[in-house]
């Protein structure tokens, strides 16, 4: 939450407060305080929107959540509780203001508790510091802070970690300045949070079972206290190694995309429950992986690698889970991740592709509906599920799972021929540019490069989609015509670039949520292949509106020769570190102008409310035993959610308030 806004909590705070005012009963606290049905139920909106995406912005489309109240309405709902009306003294302004409208660069409007300054601090400064700070820390889990001492700048490190101090040794290792007076590192960013989550993960370590998942717990709590990356490196090594157990459970600084300079990341934490049946089928896949890998178009055989110089010469399989998610602590709830982020850890262990299967049920075709043709519709709906499915495990074990960067360490040892580079696929000329020790495509690329990323790996993941083994593979017993998934998919990629459009700020001529760009920049391929495969009607009057049209039978030498072309250029791209080549080619890929602007606008009328994830809890019983508690699917429920989990108190609750609704 404190990452977001500085005002998260206290509203997270203020609603479970007045939720605990008023014991769950909000139709009776609606009575008490005199504002009415229709005032009741758009705060228990703003409230469980908020509580959902952790904090006053949303978690996908970063756009600020206001109330659709007057404040004065819920001033006099706060005088159900003393502590309701001095949270809302404190935060009002923040909470009602229009502005920051979107998470973005303080100098720029934007909002990011990442960097937390009263002085301004700008774009430019911000990635000046981030350069020369990465070439000694990895970033993942700091916020910066800019301080102005008679007109001098100088700045805060702020670093994650339990302790508010390192030992001298460690602490002169780790500053990259000679003059510390201008930059200051600065240990014990949210050590209250992760002092409590130490002591239970050292609790769960009692429990652990397996030497292996001992020791990542170990390393976990290493890192968190000492705000080590390396211990957490370390903590992912054996998580990885720790194969597919029944409960699945990972935490850390883990996703920049909230971050506009792409290198700070948001805390997540998940617990999770194995689903064997999809997990199985994920397994099969797994094991053709290097078979499918092969069909890339960057994919050209030598005699030192059967996949080509632009592949890893060992492809670890990767280990692909299902699983039900029990809880998920993030500012969204993804439908799968691939984990660790840490390339030299993936080069040498590997990595988890987790997909989340009660999230993937929950993910309907409602929202795509409005721009598919009449005709269309049933086999939509039909498909739209068994298409994400399939779209989503080439996406995260394939897309996220291949392709090879060029490094040079920091002896000046190379993972190729230095002497003789590997031929450029698209210049024809041998490599120029590669990683040097300390960079990552994170570093280089900036905040472009989440998005860019998801756009490689969506793609990817769809232009498999044609090869009919993957298909039968993940679907052993469906009885489906695959050549009409294959169309769906292509056709729920184009529905979802749509749909994307809604994050997009019109105003600003920016864009929010970075699988949003994804999903437009691969729309804005297929539609700019021509040749009538995607045709598009749209019209701002009398009502906004607007339909898709593809032609099934030029998917494979229209659709899916402009895929191929796309995922090359930016896989060369960023295994080479050609960032400019990289960033000019995504950015004109992703502009918005011309008719994109009115089809954004079209989207932005016909907007549809996000569908809010409910999670359970559970409970420890006076007999030792497990009680898991589920809620009802309604706004109520998930509020009550979120108060059982006793945030602001500090105590472990032992038995579960039961809601009343």
């Given at each position: 939450?404190?990452?977001?806004?500085?005002e998260s909590e206290s509203i997270v705070e203020l609603i479970l407060e007045l939720a605990k005012a008023c014991n769950g009963k909000?139709?009776?606290?609606?009575?008490?305080?005199?504002?009415?049905?229709?005032?009741?139920?758009?705060?228990?909106?703003?409230?469980?929107?908020?509580?959902?995406?952790?904090?006053?912005?949303?978690?996908?489309?970063?756009?600020?959540?206001?109330?659709?109240?007057?404040?004065?309405?819920?001033?006099?709902?706060?005088?159900?509780?003393?502590?309701?009306?001095?949270?809302?003294?404190?935060?009002?302004?923040?909470?009602?203001?229009?502005?920051?409208?979107?998470?973005?660069?303080?100098?720029?409007?934007?909002?990011?508790?990442?960097?937390?300054?009263?002085?301004?601090?700008?774009?430019?400064?911000?990635?000046?510091?981030?350069?020369?700070?990465?070439?000694?820390?990895?970033?993942?889990?700091?916020?910066?802070?800019?301080?102005?001492?008679?007109?001098?700048?100088?700045?805060?490190?702020?670093?994650?970690?339990?302790?508010?101090?390192?030992?001298?040794?460690?602490?002169?290792?780790?500053?990259?300045?000679?003059?510390?007076?201008?930059?200051?590192?600065?240990?014990?960013?949210?050590?209250?949070?992760?002092?409590?989550?130490?002591?239970?993960?050292?609790?769960?370590?009692?429990?652990?079972?397996?030497?292996?998942?001992?020791?990542?717990?170990?390393?976990?709590?290493?890192?968190?206290?000492?705000?080590?990356?390396?211990?957490?490196?370390?903590?992912?090594?054996?998580?990885?190694?720790?194969?597919?157990?029944?409960?699945?459970?990972?935490?850390?600084?883990?996703?920049?995309?909230?971050?506009?300079?792409?290198?700070?990341?948001?805390?997540?934490?998940?617990?999770?429950?194995?689903?064997?049946?999809?997990?199985?089928?994920?397994?099969?896949?797994?094991?053709?992986?290097?078979?499918?890998?092969?069909?890339?178009?960057?994919?050209?055989?030598?005699?030192?690698?059967?996949?080509?110089?632009?592949?890893?010469?060992?492809?670890?399989?990767?280990?692909?889970?299902?699983?039900?998610?029990?809880?998920?602590?993030?500012?969204?709830?993804?439908?799968?991740?691939?984990?660790?982020?840490?390339?030299?850890?993936?080069?040498?262990?590997?990595?988890?592709?987790?997909?989340?299967?009660?999230?993937?049920?929950?993910?309907?075709?409602?929202?795509?509906?409005?721009?598919?043709?009449?005709?269309?519709?049933?086999?939509?709906?039909?498909?739209?599920?068994?298409?994400?499915?399939v779209q989503l495990a080439g996406h995260e074990l394939l897309g996220h799972g291949c392709g090879k960067l060029f490094k040079e360490?920091?002896?000046?040892?190379?993972?190729?021929?230095?002497?003789?580079?590997?031929?450029?696929?698209?210049?024809?000329?041998?490599?120029?540019?590669?990683?040097?020790?300390?960079?990552?495509?994170?570093?280089?690329?900036?905040?472009?490069?989440?998005?860019?990323?998801?756009?490689?790996?969506?793609?990817?993941?769809?232009?498999?989609?044609?090869?009919?083994?993957?298909?039968?593979?993940?679907?052993?017993?469906?009885?489906?015509?695959?050549?009409?998934?294959?169309?769906?998919?292509?056709?729920?990629?184009?529905?979802?670039?749509?749909?994307?459009?809604?994050?997009?700020?019109?105003?600003?001529?920016?864009?929010?949520?970075?699988?949003?760009?994804?999903?437009?920049?691969?729309?804005?391929?297929?539609?700019?292949?021509?040749?009538?495969?995607?045709?598009?009607?749209?019209?701002?009057?009398?009502?906004?509106?607007?339909?898709?049209?593809?032609?099934?039978?030029?998917?494979?030498?229209?659709?899916?020769?402009?895929?191929?072309?796309?995922?090359?250029?930016?896989?060369?791209?960023?295994?080479?570190?050609?960032?400019?080549?990289?960033?000019?080619?995504?950015?004109?890929l992703t502009e918005v102008d011309g008719q994109y602007l009115e089809w954004a606008r079209i989207a932005h009328a016909n907007r549809?409310?996000?569908?809010?994830?409910?999670?359970?809890?559970?409970?420890?019983?006076?007999?030792?035993?497990?009680?898991?508690?589920?809620?009802?699917?309604?706004?109520?429920?998930?509020?009550?959610?979120?108060?059982?989990?006793?945030?602001?108190?500090?105590?472990?609750?032992?038995?579960?308030?039961?809601?009343?609704?």
């Amino acid at each position: 939450m404190r990452q977001v806004s500085p005002e998260s909590e206290s509203i997270v705070e203020l609603i479970l407060e007045l939720a605990k005012a008023c014991n769950g009963k909000w139709v009776d606290l609606a009575q008490q305080t005199g504002i009415g049905h229709e005032s009741m139920e758009r705060f228990l909106e703003y409230g469980a929107t908020v509580l959902e995406n952790l904090g006053n912005y949303k978690g996908y489309g970063d756009r600020k959540l206001l109330p659709r109240l007057e404040f004065d309405t819920i001033e006099r709902l706060c005088k159900a509780s003393e502590r309701a009306q001095h949270l809302l003294e404190s935060i009002a302004d923040s909470m009602f203001s229009e502005l920051p409208a979107a998470i973005g660069y303080p100098d720029e409007s934007g909002m990011s508790n990442y960097y937390p300054s009263k002085a301004p601090i700008t774009k430019p400064e911000i990635e000046e510091l981030n350069s020369i700070l990465t070439r000694h820390l990895d970033l993942r889990n700091t916020r910066l802070i800019k301080n102005e001492d008679g007109g001098e700048a100088q700045y805060d490190l702020l670093i994650a970690s339990e302790r508010t101090v390192h030992s001298s040794d460690e602490d002169k290792d780790s500053r990259p300045y000679k003059d510390d007076r201008q930059i200051r590192l600065r240990y014990g960013d949210h050590s209250e949070a992760l002092r409590e989550m130490c002591g239970r993960l050292q609790k769960a370590q009692e429990h652990a079972g397996k030497e292996v998942r001992r020791t990542y717990l170990q390393n976990l709590i290493a890192s968190f206290r000492t705000g080590s990356i390396e211990d957490h490196k370390k903590a992912s090594v054996f998580w990885v190694q720790d194969n597919e157990p029944n409960v699945e459970a990972w935490s850390g600084f883990l996703e920049s995309g909230r971050d506009p300079s792409g290198i700070r990341c948001e805390f997540e934490a998940f617990v999770t429950v194995k689903d064997k049946t999809w997990t199985k089928a994920f397994d099969e896949l797994a094991k053709q992986a290097g078979h499918y890998i092969s069909k890339l178009p960057w994919v050209s055989p030598t005699a030192s690698n059967s996949l080509g110089d632009f592949e890893n010469e060992q492809f670890a399989r990767p280990s692909f889970t299902a699983l039900n998610i029990l809880c998920y602590c993030a500012s969204n709830v993804w439908t799968g991740i691939t984990c660790p982020g840490y390339e030299d850890v993936v080069d040498k262990y590997g990595r988890k592709n987790l997909t989340f299967s009660n999230r993937v049920s929950a993910n309907g075709a409602e929202r795509e509906i409005d721009y598919i043709l009449d005709d269309n519709v049933e086999l939509f709906r039909k498909l739209h599920s068994t298409c994400f499915f399939v779209q989503l495990a080439g996406h995260e074990l394939l897309g996220h799972g291949c392709g090879k960067l060029f490094k040079e360490d920091e002896e000046g040892r190379c993972n190729f021929d230095k002497s003789s580079p590997p031929m450029c696929p698209i210049s024809r000329e041998p490599i120029r540019s590669w990683y040097k020790a300390g960079e990552t495509p994170e570093s280089v690329f900036g905040g472009l490069y989440t998005a860019y990323d998801e756009c490689l790996a969506e793609g990817i993941g769809l232009f498999l989609m044609s090869e009919e083994a993957l298909i039968e593979t993940l679907l052993p017993h469906a009885n489906i015509n695959y050549r009409d998934v294959i169309y769906v998919g292509y056709l729920s990629i184009v529905s979802m670039g749509i749909r994307a459009l809604e994050s997009y700020d019109l105003e600003g001529e920016k864009w929010g949520q970075v699988h949003d760009r994804a999903r437009f920049g691969l729309l804005k391929c297929l539609y700019e292949a021509g040749d009538g495969f995607l045709t598009v009607t749209s019209s701002l009057e009398p009502e906004p509106t607007l339909k898709l049209h593809m032609d099934p039978e030029k998917i494979d030498m229209i659709g899916r020769r402009a895929l191929s072309d796309l995922i090359l250029t930016l896989q060369v791209y960023k295994a080479t570190r050609n960032q400019n080549a990289g960033a000019k080619t995504f950015i004109r890929l992703t502009e918005v102008d011309g008719q994109y602007l009115e089809w954004a606008r079209i989207a932005h009328a016909n907007r549809k409310p996000r569908t809010l994830f409910i999670h359970a809890n559970t409970f420890l019983k006076e007999d030792g035993s497990v009680e898991l508690v589920e809620y009802p699917t309604t706004k109520e429920g998930l509020i009550q959610s979120w108060l059982d989990r006793d945030l602001f108190q500090g105590g472990v609750t032992t038995k579960p308030h039961q809601p009343s609704l």
